[in-house]
């Protein structure tokens, strides 16, 4: 009965590759959050969906680019990686864009 | 700018009350977030204030001053599994969180 779920948990790969982040939630949430956490423990936000369309698009790279095929999932996928990019990577949901959110467990990213 | 400060890193006893202070500074206030995260794990709520004053939640308690873009969190009874990082998050006029780093706690016993 997991509410926020990510896949994979750990990933680590070479510079220069594709690689793909899943994230799945059960709360019936309108709104879903990509962050990125680095060794200084920032939460950075990256994306948020609301109904899948794309609502905030911070400043990032456009390697990275989210996808959304239902309400209930968020997808994060990177292009062309580099080391830049290690980090831990939390998923997050909302009923609306307002209230509070909650996390997957993270999937930490490492770039060799 | 929009910004969070809050101590980097903070010591307390098993059994003690600790008191971890948080300013923001952000465009436009939709309310002050605190979150509990263990080493390794994710970010997990634990109280939100958007009015002045003290919101109680068992043995922590969460406090809130518009005027002075002040909140802290409160501790109490402490235990060795109260040893995480507490994140303050401000949440601006767009309803985006602004976070803080985060003050990790360090319990002895």
């Known amino acids: 009965d997991t509410a926020v779920s990510q896949t994979p948990k750990y990933l680590v790969t070479q510079m220069g590759n594709d690689k793909s982040i899943k994230c799945e939630q059960n709360?019936?949430?309108?709104?879903m959050y990509w962050y990125k956490q680095d060794s200084k423990k920032f939460l950075k936000i990256m994306f948020s969906y609301n109904n899948k369309e794309l609502i905030i698009n911070e400043t990032v790279p456009n390697r990275f680019s989210p996808k959304s095929p239902d309400k209930a999932h968020l997808n994060l996928h990177i292009n062309s990686l580099e080391l830049g990019d290690s980090a831990v990577y939390f998923c997050?949901?909302?009923?609306?864009?307002?209230?509070?959110?909650?996390f997957g467990p993270g999937t930490r990213l490492t770039v060799l | 700018g929009q910004n969070i400060d809050q101590p980097t890193e903070m010591t307390a006893t098993e059994g003690a009350i600790v008191q971890i202070n948080c300013t923001y500074q952000?465009?436009?206030?939709?309310?002050l977030f605190w979150y509990q995260q263990h080493a390794g794990e994710a970010p997990t709520f634990l109280s939100y204030n958007v009015l002045d004053g003290l919101e109680e939640k068992g043995r922590f308690s969460s406090f809130l001053s518009r005027s002075k873009g002040y909140s802290y969190l409160l501790l109490k009874e402490l235990q060795m599994k109260d040893s995480a990082s507490y994140l303050c998050a401000a949440m601006d006029s767009n309803y985006q969180l602004i976070w803080g780093a985060g003050t990790k706690l360090i319990i002895k016993p």
């Open positions: 997050a949901s909302s009923q609306r864009l307002e209230d509070t959110q909650y």
């Open positions: 952000t465009s436009g206030f939709n309310g």
């Open positions: 709360l019936g949430h309108d709104t």
